[in-house]
């Protein structure tokens, strides 16, 4: 029978058997004050830059910068709804939900994914009406200035969130954002540069399709974005195998606290769940070599040794005697 998992406001206190033990999860919780930092910092700089953007794109009447600052401003929704599940998961366990809400985390970057498609095919399907009704005409120059500009800024407040939360999920979600936002810039820059080649070699009936031709392409280039934190998410809540980096660790965490102990290691099985790591290892011993101190001195050590990662580890081992053919 699989271990079960303990509680995180309090130390597992459940009877013990030598053939498996109960999970043990970090008695102290990760931080968040760095995430909750960054999160701060990115909502400052997302309302700041789509006020900016609006009010660029309405006086310069570009359709493209008017996207680019929605776009920004739904990452201010986005970053608010990433403050909420930050702190709701950082009070812990409730009575109603004993193991904590960790899968908020997943759920929630599943919504922003969610949410950043459907302004992307809003944007596709209005840019190819105005292709189909000729275009309109820009100021290419004021474009390539604010393209710049923008790139600069996303790549700087990118930088900055991964450096203040590094292992934050939502951080992550924040600074792909960014970079979705940095590469959505520099991409309408560089077309409206090309306009700017338009005009100079009298290509001046292109130049009216160069801002929805803009607003298409700039949607085109940020669909694996949501692709990639939606999928990511549900596999997580479906409780997919842990990152490769986290799995690698966790394989060097198990070789080094099993090495000079009599037993064998059969199964290492770990998942992730927002700020939580499960890890469970299945183990076998020689008859009368192991008690139940043993297991609660392996299962500390390995909890120890993850620390590391950033993750609250639960971790769990059961040991037996029986060989895997032999069953359970």
Same mark, same amino acid.
């Given at each position: 029978?699989?271990?079960?998992?303990?509680?995180?406001?309090?130390?597992?206190?459940?009877?013990?058997?030598?053939?498996?033990?109960?999970?043990?999860?970090?008695?102290?919780?990760?931080?968040?004050?760095?995430?909750?930092?960054?999160?701060?910092?990115?909502?400052?700089?997302?309302?700041?830059?789509?006020?900016?953007?609006?009010? =660029?794109?309405?006086?310069?009447?570009?359709?493209?910068?008017?996207?680019?600052?929605?776009?920004?401003?739904?990452?201010?929704?986005?970053?608010?709804?990433?403050?909420?599940?930050?702190?709701?998961?950082?009070?812990?366990?409730?009575?109603?939900?004993?193991?904590?809400?960790?899968?908020?985390?997943?759920?929630?970057?599943?919504?922003?994914?969610?949410?950043?498609?459907?302004?992307?095919?809003?944007?596709?399907?209005?840019?190819?009406?105005?292709?189909?009704?000729?275009?309109?005409?820009?100021?290419?120059?004021?474009?390539?200035?604010?393209?710049?500009?923008?790139?600069?800024?996303?790549?700087?407040?990118?930088?900055?969130?991964?450096?203040?939360?590094?292992?934050?999920?939502?951080?992550?979600?924040?600074?792909?954002?960014?970079?979705?936002?940095?590469?959505?810039?520099?991409?309408?820059?560089?077309?409206?540069?090309?306009?700017?080649?338009?005009?100079?070699?009298?290509?001046?009936?292109?130049?009216?399709?160069?801002?929805?031709?803009?607003?298409?392409?700039?949607?085109?280039?940020?669909?694996?974005?949501? =692709? !990639?934190?939606?999928?990511?998410?549900?596999?997580?809540?479906?409780?997919?195998?842990?990152? !490769?980096?986290?799995?690698?660790?966790?394989?060097?965490?198990?070789?080094?606290?099993?090495?000079? !102990?009599?037993?064998?290691?059969?199964?290492?099985?770990?998942?992730?769940?927002?700020?939580?790591?499960?890890?469970?290892?299945?183990?076998?011993?020689?008859?009368? $070599? =192991?008690?139940?101190?043993?297991?609660?001195?392996?299962?500390?050590?390995?909890?120890?040794?993850?620390?590391?990662?950033?993750?609250?580890? =639960?971790?769990?081992?059961?040991?037996?005697?029986? $060989?895997?053919?032999?069953?359970?």
């Amino acid at each position: 029978m699989p271990a079960s998992r303990g509680q995180q406001d309090a130390p597992v206190l459940s009877k013990r058997s030598e053939t498996g033990s109960l999970p043990q999860q970090t008695q102290q919780k990760p931080a968040n004050h760095g995430e909750r930092r960054a999160l701060l910092e990115s909502g400052a700089v997302t309302l700041a830059f789509a006020i900016g953007a609006i009010l =660029w794109g309405f006086l310069s009447e570009s359709r493209v910068i008017i996207f680019d600052g929605v776009y920004t401003a739904l990452g201010l929704l986005l970053t608010a709804l990433s403050m909420r599940v930050s702190r709701v998961v950082a009070h812990g366990p409730t009575d109603r939900y004993p193991f904590g809400r960790s899968a908020l985390m997943p759920m929630a970057i599943v919504v922003q994914g969610a949410a950043l498609a459907g302004v992307l095919a809003y944007a596709a399907v209005d840019a190819v009406l105005v292709i189909l009704d000729g275009g309109t005409p820009i100021n290419t120059g004021n474009i390539v200035a604010y393209g710049v500009v923008a790139a600069l800024v996303s790549l700087a407040i990118a930088w900055r969130i991964r450096r203040v939360a590094p292992r934050s999920d939502l951080a992550k979600a924040e600074v792909m954002h960014w970079h979705s936002g940095a590469v959505l810039s520099a991409v309408i820059a560089i077309g409206a540069l090309a306009g700017l080649v338009a005009i100079q070699l009298d290509y001046t009936n292109v130049v009216d399709y160069v801002d929805p031709s803009l607003v298409l392409l700039s949607c085109i280039v940020l669909i694996p974005v949501p =692709w !990639r934190m939606i999928s990511g998410s549900l596999a997580e809540l479906l409780e997919a195998k842990a990152p !490769r980096d986290v799995v690698a660790a966790i394989d060097a965490a198990v070789a080094q606290v099993s090495a000079d !102990r009599e037993l064998t290691v059969t199964h290492v099985r770990a998942t992730k769940l927002g700020p939580r790591l499960y890890v469970d290892v299945d183990a076998t011993v020689r008859p009368g $070599t =192991w008690d139940v101190s043993d297991v609660d001195d392996y299962r500390e050590e390995l909890t120890a040794a993850l620390l590391s990662l950033g993750f609250d580890v =639960w971790a769990g081992i059961e040991v037996t005697t029986r $060989t895997p053919a032999e069953g359970k």
